[in-house]
């Protein structure tokens, strides 16, 4: 599939012009469509050939997320654009829920068929359709929906044929009706959407390498920010399995603070930092309103419950159950306060950045430190979020120290003596904890305190600059770690122990990106770019990555994953800067 999108809704659609997911109002909506996870019943918006015998090939409009499905059939040629408005309008993003589709026809005399069945409350909903003069409204959803269109509106009623011999528009609105000239409209849209786009990957630096793959990252990415509040979600989807019958089917339309920080970082290292003024308003905001914790994860509007259920539908490629909500927020994991200092050290610390709210340093910076200290050497659910275990997870214990380190920095520019004191007392103290992890032995940090197994999560340790590069226990920890968690083809396992389900089948993409951001780190350049070569080959025909692959290349999880992306961008810009020193040098 694509995605397309606008920072206020996604949409999913397929080598068929199919929009197979697309919520709204919200990411965290209920799905308008949903044959991704209810082929029957979930409803359909297509736009596609009547008759078989035809293929399709599928592009983006160069540097944006405008999408482009390309038909040749028996009859003819016609092109399906896709486009998400989005442009600057009075100084402000304009960012509408509308889908803008246009249908244009290239060659011959194609018969196609245009259907739009959309869905209310997961399903439950079947809309009844009304026709008005050039629209179709759909009652009982809970907006306003209307597809406005110069196809015979009969036509696309009752799912009947006709043959395309002009440019066609469909334009689909949830909420305020499209009270304006269809094409005129359409048009303007796809342009200056395309223009806006573009204009935002003119302003990003990226090096001299995978400057294609880091492009279609950065773009991914950005669409996972719901630009209303700053908030980030990991993924716009939910239930996708992380292997087949695996009931690992998990609902990521939510902020995760450690997604955020490695979103946020990506984006940093390609030179934009307004997605992380926006993220520090969505965090403000939820840190005033806590008393003594955070949560992993708040829906984007800031919500704190986000109870976890399962829906009556079969699932993608029947993969039950499927779950919105996640139970994860009532779990502790102590490395989001480091999360979030480290996230925010660039706004005090970036001399780019006029940053005009410096001043909260007093409140955030001491709060943070303060929960640093309550949660310093206790369990937590760690950060793949163990239901049935708690352990002193070194990964927890990684971030609280680098959080204590962010702090000291940010204290250290206000000249403030005593949170600087109290911040190098906790880096300190996290430091001396995570010696505990070490096993001298097998010469490597295990996942917890006490504990044998290995974890992918480990080479932050090396990433974060814990280890250092030069040194013999950043070399062997990264040699004990791909003696049993690599696979052949470069693909990388978290772990693989026993846990609260089972034996995990599936690899982590992140965590391949992660072993080719610690190769560069410690100078085997030539493993690195090996490996992330491979690693490319695992993404879909558009260049998206989902959460999992199994060995033999089939992509699993929600989809996209912003989690593998970032570590697509991290691991270039890595190699890249690391080949610039080699040539200075």
């Given at each position: 599939?694509?995605v397309?999108g ?20 919200r ?15 979930g ?24 999408l ?7 009859d ?8 998400a408005p ?15 589709r ?50 015979p ?11 395309l ?7 689909l609105?949830?909420?305020e ?30 090096p ?7 492009i279609r ?9 719901y ?8 993924s ?9 019958d ?5 609902d990521?339309?939510?902020?995760w603070?450690?997604?955020?920080h490695?979103?946020?970082r ?9 997605e ?39 699932g ?13 927020y009532i779990?502790?994991?102590h490395?989001?306060?480091g999360?979030?200092?480290?996230s ?21 910076v ?26 002193v ?13 962010a ?23 996290a430091?001396?904890l995570m ?6 032995r ?16 480990t ?26 968690l690599l ?10 122990h ?24 410690v100078?085997?350049?030539d ?7 491979q ?26 994953q ?18 610039d020193?080699?040539d200075f040098?």
């Amino acid at each position: 599939m694509g995605v397309i999108g606008n920072c206020s809704y996604l949409a999913y659609i397929d080598t068929m012009a199919d929009v197979k997911w697309m919520c709204l109002p919200r990411f965290d909506s209920s799905f308008l469509f949903g044959s991704l996870l209810d082929e029957e019943n979930g409803g359909h918006f297509s736009i596609r050939p009547t008759h078989e015998g035809y293929s399709s090939r599928q592009y983006y409009i160069t540097n944006t997320n405008v999408l482009c499905t390309e038909f040749t059939c028996n009859d003819g040629r016609f092109l399906v654009k896709d486009c998400a408005p989005r442009m600057r309008i009075y100084e402000r993003q304009f960012r509408p829920l509308m889908l803008v589709r246009k249908i244009e026809w290239l060659e011959g005399s194609p018969a196609i068929t245009v259907c739009c069945q959309p869905r209310g409350d997961y399903g439950k909903i079947v809309p009844e359709s009304v026709i008005a003069s050039n629209h179709i409204r759909f009652l009982n959803l809970e907006q306003q929906v209307r597809l406005t269109t110069d196809v015979p509106l009969i036509y696309v009623q009752k799912g009947k044929s006709f043959i395309l011999d002009q440019d066609r528009y469909c334009v689909l609105t949830y909420g305020e009706p499209l009270e304006a000239p269809l094409k005129e409209t359409a048009e303007g849209f796809i342009r200056k959407t395309t223009e806006d786009w573009q204009t935002w990957v003119k302003s990003c630096y990226l090096p001299d390498i995978y400057q294609d793959e880091i492009i279609r990252s950065a773009l991914v990415l950005k669409l996972h920010q719901y630009e209303d509040t700053g908030g980030i979600i990991a993924s716009g989807s939910t239930s996708l399995p992380e292997f087949h019958d695996s009931t690992r089917n998990w609902d990521y339309r939510y902020c995760w603070f450690r997604d955020a920080h490695y979103t946020l970082r990506a984006f940093n290292q390609i030179g934009h930092f307004e997605e992380l003024e926006k993220y520090f308003d969505y965090i403000y905001n939820i840190l005033v309103n806590s008393t003594d914790s955070l949560q992993p994860l708040y829906s984007i509007a800031g919500d704190r419950k986000l109870f976890e259920v399962s829906l009556d539908l079969p699932g993608y490629q029947g993969n039950k159950p499927v779950r919105i909500g996640n139970k994860a927020y009532i779990q502790s994991q102590h490395d989001v306060y480091g999360q979030v200092l480290v996230s925010l050290l660039p706004l005090y610390t970036d001399k780019r950045i006029i940053f005009q709210k410096k001043s909260s340093y007093k409140k955030i910076v001491p709060w943070l430190l303060a929960q640093i200290e309550r949660t310093l050497g206790t369990p937590d659910s760690g950060l793949w979020e163990f239901r049935n275990e708690v352990q002193v997870h070194t990964y927890s214990l990684l971030f609280q120290w680098a959080g204590a380190k962010a702090a000291h920095k940010i204290a250290a520019i206000f000249s403030d003596q005593e949170l600087m004191r109290k911040a190098l007392r906790l880096a300190e103290a996290a430091d001396k904890l995570m010696d505990k992890a070490y096993d001298p032995r097998r010469r490597l940090y295990t996942q917890a305190i006490g504990s044998a197994n290995l974890d992918a999560g480990t080479l932050a340790m090396i990433t974060m600059d814990y280890l250092d590069h030069d040194g013999d226990k950043a070399k062997n920890h990264i040699a004990a770690l791909e003696k049993e968690l690599l696979t052949d083809n470069g693909l990388f396992y978290r772990y693989k122990h026993y846990d609260d389900i089972g034996f995990p089948e599936s690899t982590f993409l992140v965590c391949a990106f992660w072993y080719v951001d610690a190769l560069a780190c410690v100078g085997r350049l030539d493993d690195a770019i090996r490996n992330l070569d491979q690693l490319l080959t695992f993404s879909n025909h558009l260049g998206i990555y989902s959460e999992d692959a199994t060995p033999d290349g089939s992509q699993w999880g929600n989809f996209p994953q912003t989690y593998s992306h970032v570590g697509l961008i991290n691991a270039a810009c890595r190699i890249g800067r690391k080949m610039d020193k080699a040539d200075f040098l």
